[in-house]
Structures are given as C-alpha cells and as structure tokens.
Nanobody, 121 residues
Framework: VQLQASGGGLVQAGGSLRLSCAAS????????MGWFRQAPGKEREFVSA????????YYADSVKGRFTISRDNAKNTVYLQMNNLKPEDTAVYYC???????????????WGQGTLVTVSS
C-alpha cells in the first residue's frame, strides 16, 4: 500500500489548511485511517483517526474543536481540515492505515511520507 500526503505549507496563526492523504494498493474503504504529527525534537503523536465507514472519529485533546477528519472512499482519500492553527501545531503530519481507528501508533501498518505544516505567530 502507498500513501501520499499533501496540503502542508506555511500559514499564519489563526489560519487554515486542509491536508489530504491518497491511498493506493489496498481496499481503502475496509480500513481505518489516522493522522499523526511530529514536531522537531519530539515524539510522533496522535492527532486524529477515522473508522472505515467514516462513522466514528477521534481527536487528540489538543486539536479537538479545531481539526476535522473525513474520508472519501470513492476517491481513496482521507482529509484533515485544520482551522484556527496555532504555532504549536507546527510539525510534519503523517497519515497511516490500520485495522482500527486508534491513537496507538503501533496499530498502524502503513505510513505516508509526511507533509510539513508550519504555523507562524
């Protein structure tokens, strides 16, 4: 399976970005998807996850109310809409495929290459 993340960039605090993750090589609609991020010098952390149907979504407390995860199984793509961005959201964002929409990093089998989000103050 291959995952291609895109949509990162430089944005001012309070701004918005939408990340996309396109999947190929697997029955995308059968699997959960997750977004993680890694800031310089820090561990990779959970951001959000979505079930195979899109009916269940999960968020880290730090992004709840600002980020929205969604998926389009017809396009094999998962999205992360990020609003009201803060400098502390600056990180490389990774998408991943797994059996269940969990915060546990080791539960995900495949990872994308990451896309950099930089939020200036």
């Amino acid at each position: 399976v291959q995952l291609q993340a895109s949509g990162g960039g430089l944005v001012q605090a309070g701004g918005s970005l939408r990340l996309s993750c396109a999947a190929s090589g697997r029955t995308f609609s059968s699997y959960a998807m997750g977004w993680f991020r890694q800031a310089p010098g820090k561990e990779r952390e959970f951001v959000s996850a979505i079930s195979w149907s899109g009916g269940s979504t999960y968020y880290a407390d730090s992004v709840k109310g600002r980020f929205t995860i969604s998926r389009d199984n017809a396009k094999n793509t998962v999205y992360l809409q990020m609003n009201n961005l803060k400098p502390e959201d600056t990180a490389v964002y990774y998408c991943a495929v797994g059996e269940a929409p969990t915060w546990r990093r080791r539960s995900y089998d495949y990872w994308g290459q990451g896309t950099l989000v930089t939020v200036s103050s």
